[in-house]
């Protein structure tokens, strides 16, 4: 397997990092998320990128790729042009002002910033997790207040400035979280349909992620070979998770994908040399798993145990007067 590390333009096709692209691609088509959350600590756990390349290389890759997400989402109708606009008028200046932060202060402390790096992608790792999780776990009636398109006030535009800024900036320093924030920012901001969420969340994170990723490039963060892999499985992936009909349930994909999230930041930690004890790396996953379990029955099987008992008990008799015969009887 090729390992590329620099921002060289090598290449040479890796089915390894191909499939990499393809699984996180198709992830990014049906949920909008995990595309930088879960790509960027595969890079650096499993082929040894150096965290700021593997930053870099992450955004370029992903510009490309949603780009084509947020194309097949417009065309589905799952895109709010006007949200997406407002947060874009945040995320794409706040998303230079991280990449010239990161820029600035790895120039200043070189290879000894790599380790900051990695505590920087893994506190937003924790934060798109829980966030993901939260949402999952902890919000099951957001489908009653939700809303395919609404009428921006001035309040609802001053929001998706300060959340873009916000997600913009967290994003040009660790290339995690323009999917997960977002999805939850247009939840519990703007109250979206699961639909548009994910069409607006893609189509707003294409933008962003091409100003980010430009500059990466610019900044010499961004290995074109690797890249280049990347998309050769993540351009088919985002067209099949944009078009599959068998779509896992949110009810289990939602807390799958925040599991694996907060795990992956666990192991940059180790990566970190930090010290993370391995029953907490083993233990942390587990909990995580029996409470959302826990938390699912709690929801979704209360429900499924009144729709059968309410089903199984015997119907009332019904008791039918009888009609009156008609009087036959012949009158003078």
């Known amino acids: 397997m090729t390992v590329p590390s620099t921002g060289r333009a090598t290449f040479a096709m890796d089915p390894v990092i191909i499939l990499f692209g393809l699984c996180v691609g ?18 650096i756990l499993v082929l040894g990128i150096k965290p700021v390349v593997a930053v870099g290389t992450d955004l370029a890759y992903a510009a490309l790729t949603k780009t084509l997400g947020g194309w097949r989402h417009m065309r589905l109708g799952n895109v709010d042009q006007s949200v997406s606009g407002w947060l874009a008028i945040g995320s794409v200046p706040g998303s230079l002002a991280g990449v010239i932060v990161l820029d600035i202060v790895h120039r200043s402390y070189g290879k000894g910033f790599d380790d900051v790096v990695l505590f920087v992608v893994a506190g937003a790792l924790v934060l798109t997790g829980v966030a993901t999780l939260w949402r999952a776990m902890f919000m099951p009636n957001a489908a009653a207040r939700e809303r395919h398109s609404f009428q921006l006030h001035t309040k609802h535009k ?9 997600v913009g900036f967290v994003l040009g320093v660790s290339s995690a979280g323009s999917g997960a924030l977002i999805a939850v920012a247009l939840i519990i901001a703007f109250r979206l349909t699961p639909d548009r969420v994910v069409g607006t969340g893609v189509f707003h994170a294409a933008i962003l992620l091409w100003v980010a990723g430009t500059a990466h490039l610019l900044s ?51 990566k970190a040399n930090i010290g993370v004890p391995g029953p907490v790396f083993v233990g942390v996953p587990v909990a995580l798993s029996l409470l959302a379990w826990w938390r699912d029955r709690a929801m979704f099987g209360s429900a499924t145990r009144a729709t059968s008992i309410d089903t199984d008990l015997p119907l009332p008799a019904l008791h039918v007067q009888p009609s009156p015969s008609p009087d036959l009887t012949p009158h003078a």
């Open 220 to 270: 010499g963060n961004v290995d074109l070979g690797l890249t280049a892999n990347l998309l050769i499985g993540s351009l088919p992936g985002v067209w099949i998770g944009t078009s599959a009909k068998l779509k896992p349930p949110a009810r289990v994909l939602r807390p799958l994908l925040g599991i694996v999230l907060c795990t992956a930041a666990l192991g940059l930690l180790i």
């Open 26 to 43: 198709i992830l990014v088509g049906m949920t909008g998320v995990g595309g930088g959350s879960i790509m960027t600590p595969l890079l």
């Open 158 to 166: 001053v929001a998706a400035v300060i959340i873009g800024l916000t």
